[in-house]
């Protein structure tokens, strides 16, 4: 019947349609590779990359808001770091399952040369550095008072940091795509979990001033 034959392809349809933007995504990400390696068309700025690799890791940032939370000596101070904390966590929580989920293989023309990585970094999608310099920057805008100049600073890094993904290899360009919608999703999250001395005293009461 009509209906028959539309159901089966439909399927077909779908399948055919997947297919040809999953290789589209390869095409391109594999073009953009430009510092995948040494020997590359913009090998000699893969240093450069790495920095940025290093920029939107995420045990600097876990270790730089413990350091600042631990000086800090105001209540806004510590309420502020503390759900960076928060956010923090949950971004390597969410990352981590969704890898561990799909578990899509890195680029071939990708280097295992990365800074500080575990088990699940073997996969790449999606890109957790995406996901965080997404969520950090949003962070920052909405909780630092910063001049337009900074402001603008902080979602190029974050853009910069993605786009540096893609060019080292790390990823693909959906990977880094899908991190940056699910960076911006989080902080939804992080708002509406906000904690603060009233709903969650026993959390900065470990973090009391001096």
């Not at 909780?143 to 603008?152: E, G, Q, Y």
Request: proline share 5%; hydrophobic share 55%.
């Amino acid at each position: 019947s009509p209906d028959e034959a539309r159901m089966d392809l439909n399927p077909s349809f779908l399948g055919i349609a997947l297919r040809s933007l999953l290789a589209i995504d390869l095409w391109l990400s594999k073009k953009l590779g430009v510092c995948a390696a040494e020997g590359a068309a913009w090998g000699s700025v893969r240093p450069l990359m790495m920095l940025l690799e290093v920029s939107g890791h995420g045990i600097p940032w876990l270790l730089g808001t413990l350091y600042c939370l631990a000086r800090s000596d105001s209540w806004a101070g510590r309420e502020v770091l503390m759900n960076l904390l928060f956010t923090l966590l949950l971004d390597l929580l969410l990352v981590a399952v969704i890898k561990g989920l799909v578990r899509r293989r890195r680029p071939a023309h990708n280097q295992m040369d990365m800074f500080f990585t575990l088990s699940v970094d073997r996969y790449s999608f999606p890109s957790g550095h995406a996901t965080r310099a997404a969520l950090v920057s949003r962070f920052i805008l909405n909780h630092l008072v910063l001049a337009i100049p900074l402001r603008v600073l902080a979602v190029l890094w974050a853009l910069v940091v993605g786009l540096s993904r893609v060019l080292l290899g790390r990823h693909n360009v959906t990977d880094v795509a899908f991190g940056f919608l699910l960076g911006y999703l989080q902080y939804s999250i992080v708002d509406y979990c906000w904690l603060s001395p009233h709903n969650a005293p026993v959390l900065f009461a470990l973090w009391s001033p001096p």
